[in-house]
């Protein structure tokens, strides 16, 4: 079956360092996202991306965050100065319209 | 409550015995969506119920969605112990594609 994958499954970084999450969507989808949780609370939306554009992105999705699919595949996080509260399971997910939305295994992300 | 609450929070069980565990929301949705989710592992897709359905069925899944209440069920019969996890409702609202997930509810199957 399809899966999403992403990559690292985790990640280690120094608070001020940039961070990029990749992501491989499932090929035929259109709709790519991110959401992350932290330790022991609820998942949250971050952002949605179709037509090679943002369609809609939360408050937390502030300017350190972008998003970027720079080929076929490939869809990326970047957070460009993290802070200790980044600290999080990143998920990526993808989906067809309005329909089942597939996430991927996360990428921890500990900001040290 | 917030959109996508479940209830209860935590649920211990027999093997054998089924679990049922319920989400309410607030606004209207084109669909719901329950997932499931080992400890610090990725969220996996169970079941999507539309906004006009009102009980589906999937193995040994059976969800139940009430739009007058703002409410859905999932029940798992005939647990496992490979059923111990943590299961999410999330809701697609009609404005757009994003879930808005609730806290979850922490299901253990003893064997």
């Known amino acids: 079956e399809p899966e999403v994958t992403q990559t690292p499954s985790h990640q280690v970084t120094q608070m001020g360092q940039e961070v990029i999450l990749r992501c491989v969507p499932i090929s035929n989808h259109l709709y790519f996202y991110w959401y992350r949780q932290i330790l022991g609370q609820k998942v949250e939306f971050l952002v949605s991306f179709y037509n090679n554009e943002i369609s809609e992105k939360s408050e937390i999705f502030d300017d350190q965050f972008s998003v970027e699919r720079p080929d076929g595949s490939n869809f990326t996080l970047k957070i460009r100065s993290t802070k200790l509260e980044d600290s999080a399971m990143y998920f990526c997910?993808?989906?067809?319209?309005?329909?089942?939305?597939?996430f991927g295994e996360g990428s921890w992300l500990t900001v040290v | 409550s917030q959109q996508g609450e479940e209830d209860p929070q935590a649920l211990s069980i027999q093997e054998g015995e089924n679990a049922t565990m319920n989400c309410s929301y607030k606004?209207?949705?084109?669909?719901l969506q329950w997932y499931r989710q080992n400890s610090g592992r990725g969220l996996v897709h169970l079941i999507l119920i539309r906004s006009n359905e009102r009980e589906k069925h999937s193995g040994r899944l059976r969800v139940t969605l009430d739009t007058s209440k703002k409410s859905s069920s999932l029940l798992i019969t005939a647990s496992r112990a490979a059923d111990t996890a943590s299961y999410f409702c999330?809701?697609?609202?009609?404005?757009?594609?994003?879930?808005?997930f609730g806290g979850g509810t922490r299901v253990l199957v003893k064997p």
């Open positions: 997910a993808s989906s067809e319209e309005t329909n089942t939305i597939y």
């Open positions: 606004t209207s949705i084109n669909n």
């Open positions: 999330a809701t697609e609202g009609a404005a757009g594609n994003k879930l808005t």
